[in-house]
């Protein structure tokens, strides 16, 4: 089988990364196109701009709002032309990023992603997510390329609220688990090909460093100080899961995370949270993973403050006749539910979903 390993061209990571960003991005380009939300370009604007004008490179700004639809990136390709841009930036959280790529893609093709939150782990990646305006997932597409610099100031990944850090764990958490899973499956991931062992073990690590640093992580970023433990958690939310996820592949946890969107009532969630409890499910739907494993990272994911429960999500008033319905959802045609090392049928879903609500109102009760 054919084996395939992609990553960005250059990740840089640190406190006052981004008063260096001139440094890193004027090699690629002279005229960015910087695509950001009304609340970013005020709280980083001035210095992103700053830190261009020193090296030579024009900044025109594209401000987006809400999800990431394509009728937005619609709009950000027609200012991109307009302005004849050679690198597209995207600053924020993972909407901005994943406009921006698209953006780059139908313009220049040079792309660089600038988080200031480490809540998902699009920064890396090759793709973009598409949503409708009302939050529904809406497809995704594969660029060619990785983006060509990932900058992480991690100063201004703790000035966000924690619960950003939190999500991103969520969704780095599941890595591991996904990708071990497609591994044993031989599942072509989304990089193109099957997972190399340099990849698998990025992911394990990932998690590793997670069950490691994931509550001082936490509690350090909650008082917007920047330490080892918040560099490490940075690190496998932003880069290791991104290369986990993109050469290994994913399964049931994404599954479950994507098809929760079609519930309204779990709009307000992170991705991350979702993918939390998609993972909970994962957990109690694999026959590979022993009962100490499951309760280690159930416990885990309540220490961070993870939802492990439907009503965490906004669906404790779900009735069995829904969660069957939802089931049947998660495990259509198409779903990375099928990406999973076992066949998972409706049934399958619909029990590891009631099991994984019940285990997490058992743990949190008991911690």
């Given amino acids: 089988?054919?084996?395939?390993?992609?990553?960005?061209?250059?990740?840089?990571?640190?406190?006052?990364?981004?008063?260096?960003?001139?440094?890193?991005?004027?090699?690629?380009?002279?005229?960015?196109?910087?695509?950001?939300?009304?609340?970013?370009?005020?709280?980083?604007?001035?210095?992103?701009?700053?830190?261009?004008a020193a090296a030579g490179v024009e900044l025109i700004s594209f401000e987006c709002a809400?999800?990431?639809?394509?009728?937005?990136?619609?709009?950000?390709?027609?200012?991109?032309?307009?302005?004849?841009?050679?690198?597209?930036?995207?600053?924020?959280?993972?909407?901005?990023?994943?406009?921006?790529?698209?953006?780059?893609?139908?313009?220049?093709?040079?792309?660089?992603?600038?988080?200031?939150?480490?809540?998902?782990?699009?920064?890396?990646?090759?793709?973009?997510v598409y949503y409708t305006e009302d939050g529904h997932m809406d497809g995704w597409a594969v660029w060619p390329a990785n983006p060509d610099l990932v900058l992480v100031?991690?100063?201004?990944?703790?000035e966000a609220p924690v619960e950003w850090l939190i999500a991103g764990m969520g969704d780095a958490l599941a890595t591991w688990f996904e990708a071990e899973a497609a591994y044993k499956g031989r599942r072509t991931a989304i990089a193109g090909g099957v997972s190399t062992v340099t990849a698998l073990k990025l992911a394990q690590l990932c998690y590793e460093m997670l069950m490691e640093n994931g509550e001082q992580a936490v509690q350090d970023a909650a008082l917007h100080v920047v330490t080892p433990a918040v560099e490490r958690v940075v690190e496998a939310n932003t880069l290791l899961s991104g290369l986990g996820f993109e050469s290994s592949g994913v399964c049931t946890a994404h599954a479950v995370a994507n098809g929760l969107t079609v519930r309204k009532e779990t709009a307000p969630c992170s991705h991350g949270a979702r993918v939390a409890f998609g993972l909970a499910t994962q957990l109690c739907l694999d026959e590979d993973i022993t009962q100490e494993e499951r309760l280690r990272v159930i416990d885990w994911m309540i220490a961070v403050g993870l939802p492990v429960t439907l009503e965490e999500l906004g669906?404790?008033?779900?009735t069995r006749n829904e969660i069957m319905d939802l089931a049947g959802q998660f495990v259509g045609a198409g779903s990375l539910a099928h990406n999973h090392v076992q066949a998972v049928t409706a049934y399958d879903m619909f029990s590891a979903l009631v099991a994984a609500d019940a285990l997490g109102h058992q743990r949190r009760a008991m911690n």
């Fill in 1 to 52: 089988m054919i084996k395939v390993f992609e990553a960005p061209r250059k990740y840089v990571q640190g406190p006052g990364a981004l008063a260096e960003a001139g440094k890193w991005v004027a090699p690629l380009g002279k005229k960015a196109l910087a695509v950001w939300g009304a609340r970013v370009k005020q709280q980083v604007g001035e210095q992103l701009t700053a830190s261009l």
């Fill in 66 to 128: 809400g999800n990431c639809t394509r009728s937005q990136i619609a709009a950000g390709v027609e200012s991109a032309r307009a302005a004849n841009v050679d690198v597209v930036l995207g600053v924020g959280g993972g909407r901005s990023i994943d406009m921006a790529k698209a953006i780059a893609w139908e313009t220049c093709q040079t792309v660089v992603s600038i988080p200031t939150v480490a809540s998902n782990d699009a920064p890396t990646s090759a793709e973009t």
């Fill in 153 to 158: 100031d991690t100063q201004v990944v703790v």
């Fill in 315 to 318: 669906l404790g008033h779900i």
